[in-house]
């Protein structure tokens, strides 16, 4: 279980082999990676504010609730912060487990919760003046199916 | 007493301050809300809508009616954006 709050991008990659590295137990390895996605090409920037302290704990309150609902060998949450270009990696959880049902649902729940329960808030600079990105309803509609 | 109060996002942007420390008598977080409401037409603004504010009591998601007894850290933001 890891959770890393950073401003550098990381290694998608390199992540997942570390967290599988030495080890046998895993049977499944699922990983999840967003983007910034520029849909009007208009977008300069994306940046992203968070809670320094809160940020991490409610991550880690998220990957122990994963880890007490699904059989899970290893959990990872890796989130950026500050200002980010489209294309760039803004953050990626990984679920390993001996199945890869409870891998899927575990990456999907750490998701759910990660978008509407820790503290991180997205800025759009694009060519016409800045905005703060609204959070969906649909957002707080998917953590009731949990 | 004396608080720590925290905001993030466009309720920082609307305070026009990141951190500040705040003298009170309030009992809970809505009666804080409403006397910074009263004090200034910039806690006015940010907090004309609490529908679209959240709570942190010590760095933990709370709500409203929170009693302040005891609290070192108030924070106050829009709902969160991640991922």
Partial sequence: ?146 | MKLDVVYFAWVRERIGVPRETVETDALSVGDLVAELRAREDRYDLAFSDLSVVRVAVDQTLSDFDAPLKGVRELAFFPPMTGG
């Fill in chain 1, 1 to 146: 279980m890891a959770v890393r709050v950073q401003s550098e991008d990381f290694d998608l990659g390199a992540e997942l082999e570390a967290l599988r590295a030495g080890r046998t137990d895993i049977g499944a390895l699922v990983s999840f990676s967003g983007l910034v996605r520029d849909d009007t090409g208009d977008l300069k920037v994306l940046e992203l504010e968070h809670y320094p302290g809160m940020t991490e704990s409610a991550l880690t309150e998220i990957e122990v609730e994963a880890h007490k609902r699904w059989e899970l060998n290893a959990t990872l949450i890796v989130h950026r912060f500050g200002p980010l270009k489209p294309g760039e990696q803004i953050m990626m959880v990984a679920a390993a487990s001996p199945h890869r049902k409870a891998a899927f649902e575990a990456a999907d729940f750490l998701m759910d919760f990660l978008k509407s329960r820790a503290p991180f808030w997205k800025k759009e600079t694009g060519v016409d003046g800045a905005e703060w990105v609204d959070a969906k309803d649909t957002d707080e509609d998917a953590l009731k199916r949990w």
